[in-house]
């Protein structure tokens, strides 16, 4: 079975991006530039926000962090995203989810400037992906899809069956799998006989969040497997499927899987990072 290896890929796009970032600074005298908001002292979402800030400043991107109150008023926030979408050295803005229960997360999405919207989650973004090439592209599906072709996964006609329909990873994911000539079938809490729809997935991706719902049983002969979950199990971190309790069946099953920690989870940040460049490339030429 092989191993669909996110950390190498992840490596080599971010390598590949820190040689065009010092071209282009050398080039446009700025350096491109992003913005984290993140409301609240969620120790799971500290983590997520530094580990990307990290990544941006390893090749050459400029990151601000700003991590305000649980208390925030959702006012106090849709300021801050004006003040960032007027900015013109910030090409890139991302609001960390989730937000505070008092906040309406969708409005204060919809406040981003969709052309800094480097989640891709703004409905002007999640327009242009159903009707053209020109969308910024949620980071999670769009790493996938990296991650498939570099491993040489061809999509074209096969049946990829997706589980879980969150504006987040499924239904993007969906799109984007359509765009690459696959037939797609999207499963979530409310499907029935899901073993019967997921045997049926040459490309089974899986963003449930709950470890050991899809079994080796429920898999079709030679399917390839991609495991976006992120669970807390014991302490330890595991995937929705490949450190699950029938691995040694779906090893055999499968023709390749994505590891957790090591495959979904790098490749979504490279993607976060091909998207702060390709805002910031698009805003110099213009
Ligand atoms: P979500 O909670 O928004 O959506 C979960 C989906 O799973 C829903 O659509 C729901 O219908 C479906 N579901 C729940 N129970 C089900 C069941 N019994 N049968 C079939 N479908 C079921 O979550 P999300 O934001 O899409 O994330 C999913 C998982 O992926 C989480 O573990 C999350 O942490 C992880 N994630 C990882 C990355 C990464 O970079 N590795 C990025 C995003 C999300």
Not at 114 to 131: A, I, Q, R
Not at 161 to 170: K, M
Request: proline share 5%.
């Amino acid at each position: 079975m092989q191993t669909l290896n996110g950390t190498a890929l992840a490596k080599k796009i971010k390598s590949v991006l820190a040689i065009e970032i010092e071209y282009l600074v050398n080039k446009y005298r700025r350096s491109p530039k992003l913005c984290i908001i993140m409301a609240g002292d969620d120790p799971a979402n500290s983590s997520y926000v530094k580990s990307k800030k990290k990544s941006c400043n390893e090749i050459g991107i400029l990151c601000d962090l700003n991590i305000l109150p649980y208390a925030t008023s959702q006012q106090e926030l849709l300021t801050l995203i004006d003040s960032l979408n007027q900015n013109t050295e910030v090409d890139g803005i991302l609001v960390q989810l989730p937000l505070p229960k008092h906040i309406d997360q969708n409005v204060v999405l919809q406040s981003i400037d969709y052309k800094k919207d480097v989640d891709g989650l703004h409905p002007m973004n999640t327009g242009l992906l159903n009707s053209s090439t020109d969308a910024l592209i949620p980071c999670t599906p769009k790493g996938i899809l990296s991650l498939l072709k570099a491993e040489g996964v061809s999509i074209t006609g096969k049946h990829c069956v997706i589980i879980g329909r969150s504006n987040l990873v499924g239904k993007p994911m969906a799109q984007l799998m359509l765009r690459e000539n696959a037939s797609v079938t999207v499963c979530h809490s409310k499907t029935r006989d899901l073993p019967y729809l997921t045997r049926q997935g040459e490309i089974l991706i899986i963003a449930i969040g709950h470890p050991n719902l899809v079994n080796a049983e429920m898999l079709k002969e030679g399917a390839v497997v991609i495991d976006v979950g992120i669970n807390s199990v014991e302490g330890k971190l595991v995937g929705d499927i490949y450190n699950s309790i029938d691995v040694n069946n779906i090893e055999k099953k499968a023709a390749a899987i994505s590891p957790v920690p090591g495959g979904v989870g790098p490749m979504t940040i490279a993607s976060l990072l091909e998207n702060v460049v390709e805002i910031y490339k698009k805003r110099m030429c213009d």
